[in-house]
């Protein structure tokens, strides 16, 4: 059975986004199957892999109305899902953001997603979901269809209040939707730990969530940022960059932990 990550966190540029994508390449390059699904109608996870958002015809939105009205076929998913270099893709569309209204007369619009998944996980072994900063239905969605829970965070004090709001939504997801969910940890991204900010930040995540919540830390590096323009993972577009050994060590922890 595939593991099943979700990368979540309400606030926007957090790292969630750079990490599925950088986590999908590493996992794919140690030989894992891996499967990405963009779920942010933002499709950034999408258009970091080379593939234009707006001129497709399948997406994941297409699929969960699929679910939703009982006709999910194989034939569907296979047209929707895109193979990249490494790993596949299910990819998104701005039409996603409708979604939410759409479903809300649905009875069990909260578990679309994992629906859907379950037609599917077999063929992988790792499956990364991208979230969008924001509590809704598809971020609930991602939540109930994973077994962990990824929080990325950048280390200012306003993220710790994001971070109390998170655990927050893990315990409620837990008691009503997803008792199997759990936190995989916390990834302190775009991380300068020179600055006395920073250091205090992780200091106090220590404190509150213990050593073993955090993940390695992944550095400031502006090769990330420019890594996904070129449609390419930091492992193909600059592999000797700190970024990229900052993610090789993230994507070693994860898989020993999951073994
Ligand atoms: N370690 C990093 N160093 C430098 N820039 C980064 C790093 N991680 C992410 N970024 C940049 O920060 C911005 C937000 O990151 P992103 O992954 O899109 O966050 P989210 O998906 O949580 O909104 C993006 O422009 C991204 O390229
Ligand atoms: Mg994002």
């Not at 599925?20 to 258009?47: E, F, I, K």
């Not at 004090?157 to 916390?186: C, H, K, P, V, W």
């Not at 592999?239 to 898989?255: E, F, K, M």
Request: proline content about 4%; charged content about 20%; aromatic content about 6%.
């Amino acid at each position: 059975m595939a593991i099943t990550i979700a990368l979540a966190n309400r606030k926007g540029g957090s790292g969630k986004t750079t990490t599925a994508l950088n986590l999908a390449d590493g996992l794919a390059l140690a030989g894992q199957r891996v499967l990405l699904v963009d779920a942010d109608s933002q499709a950034q996870a999408t258009s970091g892999c080379g593939i234009l958002p707006y001129n497709l015809e399948m997406s994941i939105y297409e699929l969960l109305h699929l679910v939703a009205q009982d006709r999910l076929s194989d034939e569907m998913i296979r047209e929707t899902l895109i193979k990249t270099q490494n790993f596949d893709l299910l990819p998104s569309k701005p039409d996603l953001s409708a979604l939410e209204l759409e479903a809300s007369q649905i009875d069990n619009r909260e578990s679309l997603l994992r629906t859907l998944l379950l037609e599917i996980e077999k063929d992988y072994d790792y499956i990364l979901i991208d979230l969008p900063p924001s509590l809704g239905l598809i971020t609930v969605n991602g939540l109930v269809a994973a077994k962990w829970l990824l929080i990325p965070i950048e280390l200012t004090f306003l993220s710790m209040d994001g971070l109390a709001q998170m655990m927050g939504i893990l315990y409620r997801i837990n008691a009503e939707l997803n008792t199997s969910l759990r936190l995989l940890g916390i990834l302190p991204v775009k991380c300068d730990l020179r600055t006395n900010l920073a250091r205090n930040v992780i200091e106090e995540v220590r404190q509150n969530f213990g050593e073993s919540r955090i993940l390695p830390t992944v550095r400031n590096d502006i090769k990330l940022a420019e890594a996904p323009s070129f449609g390419k993972s930091i492992f193909e577009y600059a592999p000797q960059c700190r970024g990229a050994q900052d993610y090789q060590q993230l994507t070693n922890v994860i898989l020993a932990r999951s073994e």
